[in-house]
């Protein structure tokens, strides 16, 4: 068992549904940790056999960016969903920070956390 630890992927989307929060773009900071069985590929030095990490962040950034969202909690759910596409993956962990969401704050996150049933 290995984890992958994504720390600090700044993304832009639509999200919130305040009148001042609809139809802009904010900055969300999403922290991930994937949990996942090897294949030997700590031994064997092989990338192939390696979950492809890159290609996990990719998708994120693609379904984060080109949604809107009401709510982060939403955006975290959907991060969850492209990483548990992967059969490999035994449990994910994702954080969603909005960046001066409250006054006097650096940030408001949610945390959502899943084990896959595969």
Do not use: W
């Not at 390696?50 to 950034?61: F, P």
């Not at 650096?106 to 595969?118: A, I, R």
């Amino acid at each position: 068992m290995a984890k992958i630890l994504i720390k600090n992927l700044l993304l832009r989307t639509q999200v919130g549904f305040n009148e001042h929060e609809t139809g802009k773009k904010q900055d969300l900071l999403l922290n991930i940790k994937i949990s996942y069985d090897t294949q030997g590929e700590e031994v064997t030095d092989n990338p192939e056999m390696a979950l492809n990490y890159r290609d996990v962040c990719k998708s994120i950034i693609d379904v984060v960016e080109s949604n809107n969202f009401n709510l982060i909690e939403t955006v975290a759910q959907r991060a969850l969903d492209v990483i548990l596409e992967n059969k490999r993956v035994k449990r994910a962990v994702v954080q969603v920070d909005k960046p001066h969401a409250l006054r006097f704050s650096e940030s408001v996150s949610v945390k959502l956390k899943v084990e896959n049933k595969k």
